[in-house]
């Protein structure tokens, strides 16, 4: 802590490089802290050889964004680890991430206990203040040299203390100081001479020169603190700025995907409009196509009563070519039929025997004769007055004309 206190107030005065002694004693102190109780590497015999925080701070500072590990390990001029740990210190406090490095390292709590002994600073409670100590370095501007012969010194860093080790004069040995000036000089009072003058002059001079000692080490301390909180409110800015530059990124994205979401339920809705209208179009198609198959095939049979009228007029005709040659023997199979309608109504008398009704049937059976004409008349000619109405129309000639043909029962062919 005394260590970034003197850093912090020598550069206030000047740029702090590799010879400056406030930043030697720094990295001196950084490294014997990095270094404290570190496991040495198991050799293939089973010795420890011992290592190098590098090792650690190699394995360790990997997920670092925009690490310097690569650059450090492809240097040319720096061979051994400790030389590679030295220079990762000057690279990474000119870059203003040394703070950064060493709070992602002591967070990887699994890889720290694998490198270092118990009892170990790294893994201590103290630990926990160093990143923060760190922190007040990023305002520094260091200029470092990395092709140097100092990085590859095979010696440890030597920490120097004489800085921190003042002398501080408390409050009462002064007061006391002051009694006894006094009373030495109440005592030589009487014989005073301009030597006896100078002790009190010389005791307020020292006196007002603590007080501005005092007045210099409360404004560096406030310098400080002052560093470190513009440093602290620095980083937060640049947090918060990221911050409102993430939640500016997501409310669009969210706005891009609100548009989207509502031009793609216009659509659908489109869509589902355009899918019913064309439903109740083919709905009326469909009910248009039944109507019109529906006439065409009304169409396509004729009525009933036009049928029968056809079916007659052409049975009439057929019945006038095939038959008129047959017409004068049908008037005399008309004669015969009235012969047998005399015989069955004979046969209706009460007093005729058997026997008359077999010879009437015989002699109808001689009398017939088998020709289409008569076909039709079976069973017509059975009463009396279908005989006389018969005989009356055989002279006549309304059997001749094609009318009757057409409406008459009689002569309507099986």
Same mark, same amino acid.
């Given at each position: 802590?005394?260590?970034?206190?003197?850093?912090?107030?020598?550069?206030?005065?000047?740029?702090?490089?590799?010879?400056?002694?406030?930043?030697?004693?720094?990295?001196?102190?950084?490294?014997?802290?990095?270094?404290?109780? *570190?496991?040495?590497?198991?050799?293939?015999?089973?010795?420890?050889?011992?290592?190098?925080?590098?090792?650690?701070?190699?394995?360790?500072?990997?997920?670092?964004?925009?690490?310097?590990?690569?650059?450090?390990?492809? +240097?040319?001029?720096?061979?051994?680890?400790?030389?590679?740990?030295?220079?990762?210190?000057?690279?990474?406090?000119?870059?203003?991430?040394?703070?950064?490095?060493?709070?992602?390292?002591?967070?990887?709590?699994?890889?720290?206990?694998?490198?270092?002994? #118990?009892?170990?600073?790294?893994?201590?409670?103290?630990?926990?203040?160093?990143?923060? +100590?760190?922190?007040?370095?990023?305002?520094?501007?260091?200029?470092?040299?990395?092709?140097?012969?100092?990085?590859?010194?095979?010696?440890?860093?030597?920490? !120097?203390?004489?800085?921190?080790?003042?002398?501080?004069?408390?409050?009462?040995?002064?007061?006391?100081?002051?009694? @006894?000036?006094?009373?030495?000089?109440?005592?030589?009072?009487?014989?005073?001479?301009?030597? /006896?003058?100078?002790?009190?002059?010389?005791?307020?001079?020292?006196?007002?020169?603590?007080?501005?000692?005092?007045?210099?080490?409360?404004?560096? *301390?406030?310098?400080?603190?002052?560093?470190?909180?513009?440093?602290?409110?620095?980083?937060? @800015?640049?947090?918060?700025?990221?911050?409102?530059?993430?939640?500016?990124?997501?409310?669009?994205?969210?706005?891009?995907?609100?548009?989207?979401?509502?031009?793609?339920?216009?659509?659908?809705?489109?869509?589902?409009?355009?899918?019913?209208?064309?439903?109740?179009?083919?709905?009326?198609?469909?009910?248009?196509?039944?109507?019109?198959?529906?006439?065409?095939?009304?169409?396509?049979?004729?009525?009933?009563?036009? *049928?029968?009228? /056809?079916?007659?007029?052409?049975?009439?005709?057929?019945?006038?070519?095939?038959?008129?040659?047959? #017409?004068?023997?049908?008037?005399?199979?008309?004669?015969?039929?009235?012969?047998?309608?005399?015989?069955?109504?004979?046969?209706?008398?009460?007093?005729?025997?058997? !026997?008359?009704?077999?010879?009437?049937? /015989?002699?109808?059976?001689?009398?017939?004769?088998?020709?289409?004409?008569?076909?039709?008349?079976?069973?017509?000619?059975?009463?009396?007055?279908?005989?006389?109405?018969?005989?009356?129309?055989?002279?006549?000639?309304?059997?001749?004309?094609?009318?009757?043909? +057409?409406?008459?029962?009689?002569?309507?062919?099986?």
């Amino acid at each position: 802590r005394f260590s970034v206190k003197t850093l912090i107030d020598r550069s206030c005065f000047e740029t702090i490089d590799d010879t400056s002694p406030e930043f030697n004693n720094f990295a001196a102190i950084l490294e014997q802290i990095l270094s404290h109780r *570190l496991k040495g590497q198991i050799t293939w015999f089973g010795y420890e050889s011992p290592r190098s925080f590098w090792d650690y701070i190699r394995v360790a500072c990997r997920k670092v964004s925009h690490n310097c590990i690569c650059s450090i390990e492809n +240097m040319e001029n720096v061979g051994s680890s400790r030389a590679k740990g030295r220079a990762w210190i000057r690279v990474a406090l000119m870059e203003k991430h040394l703070s950064e490095y060493i709070s992602t390292a002591l967070r990887d709590f699994k890889t720290t206990r694998r490198f270092y002994e #118990d009892g170990a600073i790294v893994l201590g409670e103290e630990a926990n203040m160093l990143a923060g +100590m760190l922190l007040g370095l990023n305002a520094i501007d260091f200029s470092f040299c990395l092709k140097g012969e100092g990085l590859d010194g095979s010696f440890p860093a030597v920490i !120097d203390y004489t800085p921190y080790l003042k002398f501080r004069q408390s409050s009462d040995s002064i007061s006391s100081d002051e009694e @006894e000036l006094r009373t030495l000089g109440s005592s030589g009072s009487e014989g005073s001479t301009p030597e /006896n003058i100078g002790p009190p002059v010389i005791t307020d001079e020292n006196i007002w020169y603590n007080k501005c000692k005092r007045v210099e080490q409360k404004y560096r *301390l406030a310098l400080e603190q002052k560093s470190y909180l513009e440093e602290l409110v620095r980083l937060r @800015e640049n947090q918060l700025s990221e911050s409102v530059s993430q939640n500016k990124l997501l409310l669009q994205r969210i706005e891009d995907m609100d548009l989207a979401h509502k031009m793609e339920k216009e659509q659908l809705e489109y869509i589902i409009v355009e899918l019913q209208d064309q439903l109740t179009v083919l709905k009326n198609n469909d009910l248009r196509s039944r109507q019109e198959l529906t006439t065409h095939l009304t169409n396509q049979w004729p009525s009933p009563g036009a *049928l029968d009228v /056809n079916a007659v007029a052409l049975d009439t005709l057929l019945y006038r070519k095939h038959n008129q040659q047959w #017409d004068e023997k049908s008037f005399q199979s008309l004669d015969q039929l009235s012969a047998e309608v005399s015989l069955s109504q004979s046969s209706l008398d009460p007093g005729h025997s058997q !026997d008359g009704k077999q010879d009437g049937i /015989n002699l109808l059976n001689e009398g017939k004769e088998d020709t289409p004409s008569l076909l039709g008349l079976c069973g017509s000619l059975t009463s009396v007055a279908s005989y006389k109405s018969l005989t009356s129309l055989k002279s006549s000639e309304y059997l001749a004309s094609p009318t009757t043909e +057409m409406t008459s029962p009689g002569l309507t062919p099986s």
